[in-house]
């Protein structure tokens, strides 16, 4: 059974930073066989997607976090761990942030629980 697990959220002030970290476990879980992506949900708005690294490494960024936002993986891949380290914050990236591994060969799609993002004025 595959795990995802996301921590790093907090309480930031405006124009502060943030990594987020997203870890895969269980199963025989290889990070290089699937895409990652970071998604986010504010209260009473639909999820989004913030941004995508495929598996040759090619990044894809929402228009809202070009530019301040940045995913990538672990240089190790064995330790099966995704980062969207997240800079300039604003009050509107405030939003719950969830981790996402996708294969479409695999026909696997894993989504950890999320983990708060809060950015005050």
């Known amino acids: 059974q595959v795990q995802v697990v996301e921590s790093g959220g907090g309480l930031v002030q405006a124009g502060e930073s943030l990594r987020l970290s997203c870890a895969a476990s269980g199963g025989h879980f290889s990070n290089s066989l699937y895409a990652v992506s970071w998604h986010r949900q504010a209260p009473g708005q639909e999820r989004e997607l913030v941004a995508r690294i495929n598996i040759g490494g090619r990044t894809n960024y929402a228009d809202s976090v070009k530019d301040r936002f940045t995913i990538s993986r672990d240089r190790d891949p064995r330790k099966n761990v995704a980062y969207l380290q997240m800079n300039s914050l604003k009050p509107e990236d405030t939003a719950t942030y969830y981790c996402?591994?996708?294969?479409?060969?695999?026909?696997?799609?894993?989504w950890g629980q999320g983990t708060q993002v809060t950015v005050s004025s």
């Open positions: 996402n591994f996708f294969s479409q060969r695999l026909d696997r799609d894993y």
